[in-house]
């Protein structure tokens, strides 16, 4: 053909009406039409190649296929890529693109770049925290299908957030099956502007899955210790407890993130002690940077980003072109134990 074919065309060659094209091309023909036709009408659209008009289709559907992605700070975090990349890769697969707008945690600059996306009429939004918190969406956001990713929020909408309780349960289980009891876990705590430092919602569920885990293996030696989330907390929360005789000190730690993990091994081998023939070491987050990298490379927890980034988009997508209810409750993802060199069986001592 020398034009471009048309739906007429595509309904000539599979023998259908140009209702029925139209039903199968754009999504709606379960209950309406056969799969013997669908699957002639799909098979006659390739051999034609031919394409729906798409802003033909949004503007039946009053849609301009555009989600508005708002994020805190999402945009300067190493793990932004893999969450927003998920995100980007459901929303294609659907015929969706994405805007997305990260507002630095200023609450003035989240109101104007809602209303900024309003008025370029996204279909739909998906916030998405760097770290998992709490958060209430403003209200102009509320007033379109929202879905959240990495954070919650008490009075809706649902969030897709990684099952920290049970990362931090696999951390625990990876050197209390290796037959370790004198095991600490070094907890992240922020530091906030004033008072003591506090641990966030998703150190709190890894901390019940540690003392999940330890209860368990019959460890009551595995103590919990606030730490932070950089090398230095690391170094400092490790040599406290290491600079001990070897029949107290700990035989492996738990540590709140790959980077702390580094901290420990470091203070590890200031004291002559090595990993992990003295001492297992447990990250969390599995950074592409630093995990893997590690002399010995480094047994952690994989938060799932691209999961919830892509569970989330699949979730709003779903409501906007199938009907699909909006979930009531969050959807949580589980995390993956990376198993690598860092842990070992507890020294016979």
Not at 105 to 127: I, S, Y
Not at 144 to 162: D, E, H, I, K, R
Not at 242 to 270: F, N
Not at 312 to 339: F, G, K, N, W
């Amino acid at each position: 053909m020398t034009r471009r074919p048309t739906s007429a065309d595509v309904a000539r060659r599979a023998g259908v009406s140009r209702t029925a094209v139209s039903l199968v091309l754009n999504g709606r023909d379960s209950g309406n039409i056969s799969a013997e036709n669908a699957a002639r009408i799909h098979a006659a659209a390739a051999e034609l190649g031919y394409l729906p008009n798409s802003a033909a289709v949004n503007l039946r559907r009053r849609s301009t296929a555009t989600i508005g992605i708002v994020t805190d700070e999402i945009t300067q975090s190493p793990f932004a890529g893999h969450l927003l990349q998920g995100a980007r890769e459901a929303a294609f697969e659907r015929g969706f693109v994405t805007i997305v707008a990260d507002y630095g945690n200023d609450a003035a600059r989240e109101e104007t770049l809602v209303q900024t996306l309003r008025a370029r009429q996204v279909d739909a939004f998906l916030h998405a925290a760097m770290s998992m918190r709490a958060y209430t969406p403003p209200t102009q956001m509320l007033e379109l299908p929202t879905v959240l990713a990495n954070c919650f929020s008490a009075t809706g909408p649902a969030g897709v957030l990684a099952d920290e309780e049970q990362g931090g349960y696999l951390a625990a289980q990876a050197v209390f099956a290796q037959g370790h009891r004198r095991v600490v876990m070094l907890a992240g705590v922020d530091e906030p502007a004033e008072g003591r430092p506090a641990r966030n919602p998703a150190t709190e569920h890894r901390v019940r899955g540690f003392e999940r885990a330890a209860a368990e293996a019959g460890a009551t030696q595995a103590p919990v210790i606030d730490a932070g989330w950089q090398i230095g907390d690391g170094v400092h929360g490790a040599t406290q407890v290491l600079d001990a005789p070897a029949s107290q000190r700990p035989t492996a730690i738990v540590a709140a993130r790959d980077r702390v993990a580094v901290g420990v091994i470091l203070a590890a081998a200031r004291l002559g002690l090595r990993v992990p023939e003295d001492l297992s070491v447990v990250g969390y987050d599995d950074e592409s940077q630093v995990a893997a990298g590690m002399v010995p490379a480094l047994t952690t927890v994989d938060l799932p980003h691209h999961h919830i980034g892509r569970q989330a988009m699949q979730t709003l997508l779903a409501h906007l072109l199938d009907d699909t209810p909006l979930p009531e409750s969050d959807i949580l993802v589980p995390c993956r134990l990376v198993v690598r060199e860092s842990v070992g069986p507890a020294p016979s001592r």
